[in-house]
């Protein structure tokens, strides 16, 4: 089992930042691929940005590509979504999961309970 608690969101004005957190316990994260998803009011969740195992390999949405890069730190179980440049459509819960399938865009086996970014205009 893989525990994931997602921190570091809130209210922000269009074009801020902000930096995602997501604290893994339970087993080493450093075995799992970590990916980032977001669901907005009204729609399905979507992949937004994933990170394999050593953190070489990396995968954006397109609305995702040159301002959430991803990171990790095995060593911490940690694993983050630096946002840049955010726009009001960027609002939506985000969540942070877990998985060890062949594709870094899922399927994912844990989840966390997700943390509520919004942006203003």
């Known amino acids: 089992q893989v525990q994931l608690v997602e921190s570091g969101g809130g209210l922000v004005q269009g074009g801020g930042s902000l930096r995602l957190s997501c604290a893994a316990s339970?087993?080493?994260?450093?075995?799992?691929?970590m990916g980032w998803f977001r669901q907005a009011p009204g729609k399905e969740r979507e992949f937004v940005a994933a990170?394999?195992?050593?953190?070489?390999?990396?995968q954006y949405a397109d609305s995702a590509k040159g301002r959430f890069p991803i990171s990790r730190d095995n060593a911490k179980n940690m694993v983050f979504l630096q946002m840049n440049s955010l726009k009001p459509e960027d609002t939506a819960v985000y969540y942070c999961?877990?998985?060890?399938?062949?594709?870094?865009?899922?399927?994912?086996?844990?989840w966390g309970q997700g943390t509520q970014v919004t942006v203003s205009s």
């Open positions: 999961a877990a998985g060890r399938g062949p594709r870094l865009t899922g399927p994912y086996d844990y």
């Open positions: 339970g087993r080493t994260v450093s075995n799992y691929n």
């Open positions: 990170i394999g195992m050593t953190g070489t390999i990396k």
